[in-house]
């Protein structure tokens, strides 16, 4: 339920995600409104609204980052400007939507075209913006999904169109309970690495959902202008992982293959592991030197203490299921019985 804050006399929504409390002015599609906290919100996020502080600064802007991706009008679809004396990033996608960030990823700031839905502003900011958040923040995180396999998580993590979220739709099904999807955020305790619970959700593109379901299943579109399918966890009977779990290992999902004995798998060394890691790291092209030698020294002690292993699966969709045969035998050898 939205939380009334006094102090301000206006509603506010608090949320739970990828380890984060967060407190919105709107409601967040996707996301499950949790209960008043006394605590203050690790990020704050302000919709619909942009940072007052930036007619302070000297309006000097110096783009730090342009997508390689472009769309029609050869544009980039993504830039970022840093901008208010280096206080704030700005990021100015093709469609006018804009948000901001403070250094600290403290704050989020947005505002979009009348044509933008809240649907859309969702899965910018639950997916890049809270990416990118996260690593201000000194969160590494793996372009991964993450399920559960029994007191363990188990990390996908590969390239765009690698399958990491179909992957995670078809052990769903199976009963696993779903960590995170696309973006996987990692606490070190005690000498091990946990991963962090985002949202109870998965997206798919279509042809992911027949991969997984068969053509008779219809799930619903995030918004009129993306095209991926949203799979809501509980409306499908499907768990979500809401704690920590201790990270058991991790499948870097390489080009799939025609061989009939696929999947193929590969245990990679800890110099291997962790240059796939690296490529595989999430949000890396706004880290500064100190930034990058902390991820680097980060994921080398993660290469060092879980199995990290290099599959490729087969090309055909239909061996979903003997793919998921194979990633629990898998598991079970790695973690032990309890899975």
């Not at 919100?41 to 309006?59: F, Q, R, W």
């Not at 396999?149 to 765009?160: I, L, Q």
């Not at 042809?207 to 499908?236: M, W």
């Amino acid at each position: 339920m939205p939380v009334s804050q006094a102090s301000h006399r206006e509603v506010t929504f608090l949320y739970s995600v990828f380890g984060l409390s967060l407190r919105s002015n709107l409601g967040i599609p996707g996301l499950i409104p949790e209960g008043q906290s006394e605590k203050s919100p690790d990020v704050d996020v302000h919709l619909k609204t942009s940072p007052g502080y930036i007619a302070t600064s000297d309006g000097t802007e110096e783009l730090a980052y342009a997508s390689s991706y472009t769309v029609e009008s050869g544009e980039p679809a993504l830039r970022v400007w840093k901008i208010a004396d280096g206080g704030l990033l700005r990021l100015d996608y093709f469609d006018g939507v804009r948000f901001w960030l403070d250094r600290k990823g403290a704050e989020i700031w947005a505002q979009w075209p009348a044509e933008v839905s809240l649907e859309d502003i969702a899965t910018y900011l639950l997916g890049p913006v809270c990416g990118l958040v996260l690593r201000l923040r000194g969160v590494p995180c793996l372009h991964a999904s993450a399920l559960s396999f029994g007191d363990f998580a188990v990390a996908f993590a590969g390239s765009e169109g690698a399958g990491k979220s179909t992957t995670a739709a078809a052990l769903a099904q199976r009963g696993h309970a779903v960590v995170s999807d696309d973006i996987v955020a990692l606490v070190e305790r005690n000498g091990a690495f946990e991963a962090l619970p985002a949202y109870p959700y998965l997206s798919l593109w279509p042809e992911s959902v027949k991969i997984v379901y068969g053509a008779a299943k219809e799930l619903p579109s995030f918004s009129a202008t993306f095209d991926k399918r949203q799979l809501l966890l509980e409306e499908n009977r499907l768990r979500f992982q809401r704690e920590p779990l201790r990270l058991g290992a991790v499948f870097l999902l390489g080009e799939r293959v025609a061989d009939a004995t696929a999947p193929n798998w590969e245990r990679l060394s800890s110099h291997q592991a962790l240059m796939g890691l690296v490529a595989n790291s999430y949000a890396t092209n706004l880290l500064d030197k100190r930034m990058r030698a902390l991820e680097f020294e980060v994921l080398g002690r993660l290469a060092a203490t879980v199995p990290v292993w290099r599959v490729r699966a087969s090309e055909d969709g239909s061996r979903i299921g003997a793919f998921c045969d194979a990633i629990s035998g898998k598991c079970k050898e790695l973690v032990g019985a309890k899975l």
